[in-house]
């Protein structure tokens, strides 16, 4: 079965909402959050946390991108969703579930930085994949995928 992987797309969430999709090659390599060096030696510990964790994701290091976005998670709600998107990769689906309880955001570091994380889950029948976004959608599609339920599953019950 194909894996799961995570897409950073660039641009504004609306672009790019939960939905089925054909089977895409990408890339991420040029999605790193870049700061200035001065200016990153003034940032708070979380949010350095946060940019490291960041593009150790983009580099799909999962285990040193969970430690960094754990450092964050308490402080920036776009941590704590790139966090449980990691643990689910990472098959901790029960953490996964804990940190998206009762979980909402208004996304503001996405927007700025322009770089969505969209949840890419194969279909298992054939080229087709479940995008999960940032939008309403793709929190109840996240939810069902963190209770079991397979891509096509989700695409049914969301009417996707």
Do not use: C
């Not at 939960?18 to 200035?36: K, L």
């Not at 949010?47 to 290091?61: L, M, P, S, T």
Request: net charge negative; glycine share 4%; hydrophobic share 40%.
């Amino acid at each position: 079965m194909k894996e799961s992987k995570i897409l950073i797309f660039k641009g504004h969430p609306e672009r790019f909402p939960t939905q089925v999709g054909d089977t895409v090659d990408f890339d991420n390599v040029e999605t790193y959050m870049e700061i200035p060096f001065e200016f990153y030696l003034d940032m708070p510990e979380e949010e350095k946390a946060f940019v490291q964790g960041f593009n150790y994701y983009i580099d799909e290091n999962l285990k040193d991108a969970r430690r960094e976005l754990a450092k964050a998670a308490s402080k920036i709600p776009e941590a704590k969703y790139m966090l449980a998107l990691v643990n689910y990769l990472l098959g901790k689906k029960t953490e996964a579930k804990i940190l998206l309880t009762n979980f909402s955001s208004d996304w503001k570091r996405f927007i700025q930085t322009w770089r969505i994380p969209i949840l890419v889950v194969p279909f298992q029948s054939s080229d087709k994949n479940l995008y999960i976004s940032i939008d309403e959608k793709g929190l109840n599609a996240l939810n069902y995928l963190l209770e079991g339920k397979t891509a096509e599953e989700i695409a049914f019950i969301l009417g996707l």
